[in-house]
Nanobody, 124 residues
Framework: QAQLVESGGGLVQAGGSLRLSCAAS????????MGWFRQASGKERELVAA????????YYADSVKGRFTMSRGNDKNTVYQQMNGLEPEDTAVYYC?????????????????WGKGTLVTVSS
């Protein structure tokens, strides 16, 4: 069964850094775009960053541009998100997602596989 497993969340002070990882198993995700979404308490799930199947195209939400960097491992079945300059507003559950296509996902409607999420808490 296809599975996405996130790791790397935790508690960090404002201005700190975290690196999220997502490992895919069960089927190959290497030909699909991948994304990181997040959902804060009481808010809708939103796209944070996304990457194409080849890793040559990326997309970032305006709120994280210049602070977050998404990348793919050489095997293309692992994706990462380096998060620097974290702010309390970044506090959320972060979900790894696989697109239905080779393009980066741009909304939850583009996703056909989700991880269970990892909690990121940024204290002020």
């Amino acid at each position: 069964q296809a599975q996405l497993v996130e790791s790397g969340g935790g508690l960090v002070q404002a201005g700190g850094s975290l690196r999220l990882s997502c490992a895919a198993s069960g089927r190959t995700f290497s030909v699909y775009g991948m994304g990181w979404f997040r959902q804060a308490s009481g808010k809708e799930r939103e796209l944070v960053a996304a990457i194409s199947w080849a890793g040559d195209r990326t997309y970032y939400a305006d709120s994280v541009k210049g602070r977050f960097t998404m990348s793919r491992g050489n095997d293309k079945n692992t994706v990462y998100q380096q998060m620097n300059g974290l702010e309390p507003e970044d506090t959320a559950v972060y979900y790894c997602a696989a697109s239905r296509r080779t393009d980066p996902p741009r909304s939850p409607n583009d996703v056909n596989a989700w991880g269970k999420g990892t909690l990121v808490t940024v204290s002020s």
